[in-house]
């Protein structure tokens, strides 16, 4: 007999109406002889509530949404062309978007498509729960990740969509009933997961740790468009037990070296509590984090002369003045392990051999020092040892003749400020060994959730309970922890208090798609920035893409717009 399992992959209107749109239907594993495990079948239906993290964290989805929208990341339209996409890049770091903004469709629609894919695991999962372990242990796990993109809509848009039949339509939560469902999903689950499958997969340290931010975040949740946050003692309680459970009662560990946590074998990395797994099998892996930054002359691989950046995000001047204010007279560099790791030693004879390539991490400023040749994308030029001469990098997409990879700092909207050079430029995460384009086959993990988070939410937490002397000691812990280089390992703070807790979540946790949510929760999100003077509250959330409202009109009143959109 002929078994197939199929499972239903969902347009956004199937989230609300599963029987309105068609469906693409895939074959997730099919047997001609009826041999299909069991652990198969729970494995095939599992996958697909995993399978689009990686998309959903592209540099042009959540990223941009959580980073271009802050005070981190702009992105002009660069050479006046490059990157503009009708402006939705503007809109983002603006505070002026449209329901027609396709960045935060693409975003809604990953999320979406996500949740979907999580109801229609759960229908299946759940009455094989009752008498395989193996399918226990899954359901616990999509409930959790249902419960993690639950988040993410109500973080970005203040809803949250409530569903566990896929034949009915969703409850749309707002405020505290969609926290209270959060938090009652993920308690629901927690003992039911494993701590030994990580960090690719839900963990009852990862489960404990989104807790942690859910109760963070929860005064913002419950009331968005707040004057000030209620953070409750009862809240902060929470947030003080669950980060100290996952500190104390799990195998986690800090990394000597910060940037190890971004490395292409971080999948192994102690600090990572939560993280998409992007080992070369996995086909939705990308290199996207370190290409979108830097050059359209600025190569990552000897071995692929194809493999180069695209000029895209850039920091902002407010978020590099705030490392100068930090350190005063000694250079960022010098004195904070974060803010750079210089890998790529020039020899004196200025080429390298392939194996001792390797190329600086963290914030890139000035001009850059790398792979020779003629033109875009041409063979590097090579000595006759076969080692790759190093110098100057050109950039040939700018008209003047000795016009070289120089990152200036002043970055911003006109003509001049829009330029290929504009903008200190970040390369966290390690540049894939095999991505043959520099952007397809990343080998790192994407953080979602690591250890360092949970040290500076408690700490955060014990500030809102005015223990400023605990919360020194989270931070100082963290910063004291990166022993790797212990010469610029970042010196002990004196002081603490909610501005110094901010600036210290940026040196830690920038280009990881948290600062626009931290921005707001510390009261932030409405300062001016250079391109931004926009200081209206409303704007704290997304405008719902309009696609979708139009999309759920076969049930009226279901979705309706955010205030001011």
């Not at 009455?127 to 993109?149: C, H, I, N, Q, W």
Request: glycine fraction near 6%; aromatic fraction near 12%.
């Amino acid at each position: 007999m002929k078994n197939k399992i199929k499972f239903a992959f969902l347009a956004f209107a199937m989230l609300f109406s599963w029987s309105c749109t068609d469906l693409e239907e895939q074959v997730l594993d099919e047997s001609l002889t009826g041999s299909v495990s069991e652990d198969e079948i729970i494995t095939s239906v599992v996958a697909p509530a995993y399978a689009l993290l990686p998309r959903l964290f592209l540099h042009t989805h959540l990223f941009c949404l959580q980073e271009i929208s802050s005070d981190e990341g702009i992105l002009p339209a660069r050479g006046g062309k490059d990157w503009y996409d009708g402006g939705v890049f503007y809109q983002l770091h603006q505070h002026e978007c449209l329901s027609t903004n396709n960045k935060i469709k693409d975003t809604w629609n990953d999320l979406t498509l996500l949740l979907s894919r999580s109801v229609s695991a759960i229908a299946t999962l759940t009455p094989m729960a009752e008498t395989d372990a193996s399918a226990k242990t899954f359901l616990a796990e999509v409930r959790g990740m249902r419960a993690f993109y639950s988040m993410l809509t109500l973080d970005l848009w203040g809803i949250v969509f409530q569903k566990d039949d896929p034949n009915e339509l969703s409850i749309v939560l707002r405020g505290d009933e969609a926290v209270e469902y959060i938090k009652s999903e993920l308690e629901a689950v927690v003992g039911d997961l494993k701590t030994d499958v990580g960090p690719g997969r839900l963990t009852k340290g990862g489960a404990y740790a989104l807790l942690t931010r859910l109760h963070i975040n929860a005064a913002v949740w419950r009331d968005p468009y707040a004057t000030s946050f209620s953070f409750t003692d009862a809240d902060m309680d929470k947030v003080i037990e669950y980060s100290t459970k996952v500190i104390n009662d799990y195998d986690y560990a800090m990394s000597p070296e910060y940037f190890d946590c971004f490395a292409n074998d971080n999948h192994t990395n102690k600090e990572l509590i939560f993280a998409i797994d992007q080992r070369p099998d996995m086909s939705e892996s990308h290199n996207r984090m370190c290409y979108w930054s830097m050059s359209g002359h600025f190569y990552g691989n000897p071995l692929f002369p194809g493999g180069d950046g695209t000029d895209g995000g850039a920091i902002t001047q407010e978020f590099y003045q705030s490392w100068v204010d930090a350190y005063g007279d000694v250079d960022p560099a010098e004195a904070d392990c974060r803010f750079w790791w210089e890998r790529l030693v020039v020899p004196a004879d200025s080429t390298i051999a392939v194996e001792d390539f390797h190329l600086n991490r963290g914030i890139y400023r000035g001009l850059q020092i790398g792979l020779q040749n003629d033109g875009h994308k041409q063979p590097f030029k090579v000595d006759g040892e076969g080692e790759y001469y190093l110098g100057p990098m050109r950039d040939y997409r700018r008209a003047a003749a000795d016009a070289f990879v120089d990152y200036l700092l002043e970055i911003d909207f006109t003509a001049e400020g829009s330029d290929y050079n504009r903008g200190y430029r970040v390369q966290k995460y390690d540049w894939s060994r095999v991505s043959h384009n520099g952007t397809s086959k990343g080998e790192h993990d994407l953080v979602i959730v690591r250890l360092a988070d949970m040290y500076m939410l408690r700490a955060e937490a014990k500030l809102q309970k005015g223990d400023a002397t605990g919360a020194l000691a989270d931070v100082n812990f963290v910063r004291a922890s990166r022993t790797a280089r212990p010469e610029v390992t970042p010196p002990a703070l004196t002081e603490m208090n909610i501005d110094i807790l901010f600036r210290e979540r940026g040196f830690e946790f920038y280009w990881e798609h948290q600062r626009r949510t931290d921005m707001i929760r510390l009261g932030k999100y409405e300062d001016p920035l250079i391109e931004k003077t926009n200081s209206d509250v409303k704007k704290r959330l997304f405008p719902i893409p309009q696609s979708a409202i139009d999309g759920a009109s076969v049930a009226e009143g279901f979705l309706t717009q955010n205030d001011s959109y």
